[in-house]
C-alpha cells in the first residue's frame, strides 16, 4: 500500500498530454514547480520528471542518463554512442568505454545499475582490459545505484549527471594516456582494484619502466589475498623478467 509521502509526491504531478512519436516513447510527468527553481541539462532540462515503468513503450530513465551524459560531455571530445555504450580511441591507442550497467529487477520493483568507465588496448591481451571504474563506488562508495519503478528518477539522474561532471570527466582524463593511467592505478584502492594491475604492469612496459612494473608484480605477491592469486602473480613476474 502506498504511504502518505508516496501519495503526496504522486499528487504533486499531472499527467501532460503528448502528440506523434514523443508520446509513445516517453514517460513525462511536469512538476507544479518552476522548472527555473531546478536547473537541469540538456534532454533533463524540460522540467520533465523520468520514471522506471513496465510499459515498454515509456523511455527507461538510465537510457535517458546516458543520452545526456553523450550529448553535454562526451559527443564534444569525440566520443560515440552505440545502445548503451559510448567509445573513442585515444592517441595512444586506448580505446575508451563509457557503458551502462544494470542487472534484472529486484524482486520486480527495483533496478540496481552503474556507469562503467573503462580503458582497454587491442595489443594489451587482458581479459579485464587496463582498467575499469565503477562511478558508484568510486565516488560514493556504493556498488549500484537504485530507481524504484513509479518513482521519479530525476532527483537521481540529476546527482548522476553533475557525478559525472565532476569526477568521471577528470577519470576520464587520466585514463585517456599511459601516463595519465600510470599516475592513476596508485590513488585506487589496491585491495578493489588488485584484478588490474596487469593493466598497470602492461602500461608501465610500453612506457619503458620495466624495473617498475617488476616491482609492482612483487608488490602484490607479497600482498595477494589467497595462495592461487599469488601463485599467479608468481608466474607473471616470472615472465617479466625472463623478458628482460
Known sequence: MPTSGSMSRMNSFKMVAHQGERARNIACYRPG???????????????????????????????????ELHKQYLKPLGF??????????????????????????????????????????????????LLSIGLSSYAENVQRWKLEYGEPAEPLLEKITALFSKTGLNLLQRMSSLDGLVELYPLLDAMRYRAFYRGQVW??????????????????????PNPRFRTAAELVLQEQLLED
Open 33 to 67: 514547480a518552476d522548472v527555473r527553481e531546478r536547473p537541469l541539462l540538456g534532454i533533463l532540462d524540460s522540467g520533465a520528471t523520468y520514471r522506471l515503468d513496465r510499459n515498454l513503450h515509456m523511455s527507461d530513465p538510465r537510457d535517458v542518463l546516458l543520452s
Open 80 to 129: 560515440k554512442k552505440t545502445g548503451r555504450r559510448i567509445e573513442r580511441e585515444s592517441a595512444d591507442g586506448l580505446r575508451l568505454t563509457v557503458h551502462l550497467e544494470s542487472g534484472p529487477a529486484i524482486p520486480f520493483d527495483t533496478v540496481y545499475f552503474g556507469i562503467e568507465l573503462a580503458a582497454s588496448h587491442a595489443a594489451a591481451s587482458l581479459p579485464n582490459g
Open 203 to 224: 602500461c608501465l612496459n610500453e612506457l619503458g619502466r620495466r624495473n617498475q612494473a617488476a616491482d609492482v608484480i612483487r608488490q602484490v605477491i607479497a600482498q595477494a
